[in-house]
Structure formats: structure tokens, C-alpha cells
């Protein structure tokens, strides 16, 4: 089976910090961009971090620059997202996806692909 699959959500009080996974099962993340987007309730979709195809570069969103961390597990075949000083407006389902060819670390949803079920993070004041 071809998905992706992303998990660590939970509830987490305000300051704290949780580590978000997206394994890959029956699909290629080597040499691909990773991005990590989010969906407030009521809202639409939002770029948060993106990987590059080598895990050499990086882009966030302004809204969690200096506190959310993106990374490429060894294997090739994770991404992680490192979130630490949550706050409760981080509170939102957590999706990854895989970067179509030539992302170079794009923001914009339309240029990802394969998109898991997501992960809800809950951020309490």
C-alpha cells in the first residue's frame, strides 16, 4: 500500500514541545522535497516547514521560525517535525506530503503530493 503516514500528535500544554513523524510506506521520500502544512478548524491549509530532496535546506513558515524544526530521518524513508514553545494557536491537524518534481521547498500545497491523513496536535493554554 502507497501512503503516507503521519503520528506524535497529542495534547501539550502551552511552552511544551511534541515530535511529529511522517513515515513513508510504499513510496519513495529520498530524493524528494517533504513539506509539513496544518489546518486550524474553520480554516483552510497552511504551509508550515518544508525539507529539501537531500534534507540540506530548509524553509519555514514565519509563524514557527525559531521554534519548529524539520528533519530527514537516516533511513530516507522518514521526515520529522520537531516542535518545541508551542503556543495554543499551533493547535491544528498536522499533514505531510511529498514535493512534486522541482518543489525547491515550495509553500504552496499545489506543488506537493501524497498527502497522509494527518495528526491533531492540541496546544492548551
Known amino acids: 500500500q502507497m501512503q503516507l503516514v503521519e503520528s506524535g500528535g497529542g495534547l501539550v500544554q502551552a511552552g511544551g514541545s511534541l515530535k511529529l513523524s511522517c513515515a513513508a510506506s510504499g513510496i519513495l521520500l529520498g530524493g524528494y522535497a517533504v513539506g509539513w502544512f496544518r489546518q486550524h478548524p474553520g480554516s483552510e491549509r497552511e504551509f508550515v516547514a518544508a525539507i529539501n530532496w537531500n534534507g540540506r535546506n530548509t524553509n519555514y513558515a514565519d509563524s514557527v521560525k525559531g521554534r519548529f524544526t524539520i528533519s530527514r530521518g537516516n533511513a530516507g524513508n522518514t521526515v520529522y517535525l520537531q516542535m518545541d514553545s508551542l503556543k495554543p494557536e499551533d493547535t491544528a491537524v498536522y499533514y505531510c506530503?511529498?514535493?512534486?518534481?522541482?518543489?525547491?521547498?515550495?509553500?504552496?500545497?499545489?506543488?506537493?503530493?501524497?498527502w497522509g491523513q494527518g495528526t491533531q496536535v492540541t496546544v492548551s493554554s
Open positions: 506530503a511529498r514535493g512534486k518534481d522541482n518543489s525547491d521547498l515550495s509553500a504552496a500545497a499545489v506543488n506537493y503530493y501524497y
